[in-house]
């Protein structure tokens, strides 16, 4: 398992991640031999089961009506797509019980129709000197 133990001399940890730390409960198994190997050269130390980084959504809190107000400046063709994803009429009302994509879908489907946004996102995440983005 590559990457499955790290040594934090800094914090004096032994870190570990969560599908290593799985297999390591179970005595006598590779990881678990590995683990003690690891605590015996580092007593000192004591061992932190690592979280996955997270994607950040930098998408959070677009909208229904921003998309909308998006593609009605941007590109009218898109409309009738979007308004059938959202389980609308052509015109853009409401229809009752009408099947529609989730917010998710609909969503992915927008950035996907519009790359530009993620490029102003990168742009912006730059000049701030985000990294982790």
Do not use: C
Not at 66 to 94: D, Q, R
């Amino acid at each position: 398992m590559t990457n499955s133990i790290v040594i934090n001399d800094k914090s004096r940890k032994i870190e570990i991640t969560k599908k290593f730390a799985a297999a390591a409960k179970y005595f006598g198994s590779q990881e678990y031999k590995m683990l003690q190997k690891a605590r015996t050269h580092y007593p000192d130390y004591y061992v932190k089961v690592r979280s996955a980084a997270r994607k950040a959504d930098h998408f959070k809190g677009l909208t229904f009506d921003y998309m909308e107000g998006y593609i009605k400046k941007h590109n009218m063709e898109l409309l009738k797509n979007f308004y059938i994803l959202s389980g609308k009429t052509e015109e853009g009302k409401k229809k009752d019980f009408a099947a529609a994509a989730t917010y998710g879908e609909i969503k992915k489907w927008f950035i996907e129709q519009f790359p530009e946004l993620e490029i102003k996102r990168k742009t912006i995440d730059e000049i701030l000197g985000n990294t982790a983005a």
